[in-house]
């Protein structure tokens, strides 16, 4: 069996704030989530709400921010023995794509310097002539046609544009995993079955995605897998369509239940559920299960002890953090 590409051993992230109005208070942002992504191309979509965790995992697994504890290990080493030599091969290969396009360009400077100085940081190519022809393959990669983009100011792109530059930049570096945090709500509904094309292209190619979208309808548009993050934790993990048709949280089922329908003979006001995923209406208990206040399955030990991660009665690639799953505790074998 090879050895995983990402692997990722019980991590925490915890912010404190130690303000003076806020005394020494402590917020858990992503809580013991544990996951891996095999050797071979795999596209794993994170998906949950605004405030579960989903892009402070993804800059932990970039070594943007520290831990407070477990592990991220790519390639079977640490990321928190990196040093400068370990990061440089480490941002060779695993690269992001952040939800702001126009945010991660200097506005002062050119597209043309924005890709050119990628190519000579990482030695991309051997001379100029083959700097220019590596710069514009990459972006008749993504779409777009050198003419309409080199020589112009980020401010000149629109941004379904800029962020298909910085898809040719990741292009350039054949990285073997890519992280995109809520890459596509910036830009309009024409592009963005396009960007997650491109997201299966690179996949066909050899390159791995984490995808982070609080959307269920384009989670399940790239396919692969998906993990369903509540509260800083990892509440389900599985194949997507054994999730989204058949899913096995609580949580995932209303996540699911909330999405409106397309009929428009079917209202969302009229289809939704009493249970209807409310965030700030969630009561949270560190030693409980995260949505035990919401849940209209809850049982007596969901308020004092987190639930095990066990199989899914649908299929056992599906895993689901939910004491229904775990015949100990199924009401069904009381």
């Known amino acids: 069996m090879s050895e995983a590409l990402l692997a990722v051993d019980r991590l925490s992230v915890v912010f404190r704030d130690t303000g003076l109005f806020q005394g020494n208070k402590t917020t858990v942002a ?13 596209l794993v979509t994170i998906v949950g709400e605004s405030g579960s965790g989903k892009s402070t995992l993804a800059r932990t697994i970039l070594g943007l921010q520290r831990s407070a504890s477990g592990t991220v290990r790519y390639r079977n080493r640490d990321l928190s023995g990196f040093r400068g030599a370990d990061w440089h091969a480490f941002r060779r290969e695993v690269q992001p794509v952040f939800q702001d396009p126009y945010a991660t360009y200097n506005p002062f400077y050119r597209i043309d310097r924005v890709l050119k100085v990628l190519v000579r940081k990482f030695a991309l190519a051997s001379n100029d002539s083959d700097a220019e022809a590596l710069i514009e393959d990459a972006l008749r990669a993504v779409d777009l046609r050198p003419q309409d983009v080199l020589g112009r100011y980020p401010h000149q792109l629109s941004g379904g544009e800029r962020q298909r530059v910085m898809l040719a930049r990741v292009y350039m570096m054949k990285p073997k995993l890519i992280v995109a945090d809520e890459p596509i709500s910036m830009i309009d509904a024409a592009l963005r079955a396009l960007f997650l094309n491109i997201l299966l292209d690179f996949r066909d190619q050899g390159i791995s995605s984490i995808f982070i979208t609080h ?89 004092h002890q987190r639930p095990p991660f066990v199989t899914a009665a649908t299929k056992a690639s ?11 505790y199924r009401p069904d074998q009381a």
């Open 30 to 42: 992503v809580d013991d989530v544990s996951f891996e992504l095999p050797s071979e191309p795999t």
């Open 215 to 303: 959307n269920l309808a384009t989670a399940y548009y790239l396919g692969g897998r998906i993990m369903v993050m509540c509260r800083g934790r990892m509440i389900e993990y599985g194949d997507m369509d054994q999730v989204v048709l058949h899913p096995s949280h609580p949580y995932t089922q209303l996540l699911i239940d909330s999405v409106p329908s397309h009929n428009p003979h079917h209202r969302w006001q009229e289809e939704r559920s009493e249970y209807a995923v409310d965030a700030s209406e969630f009561v949270f208990s560190e030693q409980a299960c995260v949505f035990e206040a919401r849940c209209p399955h809850a049982m007596d030990i969901c308020h």
């Open 318 to 328: 599906q895993q689901s953090a939910c004491f229904l799953y775990h015949d100990e």
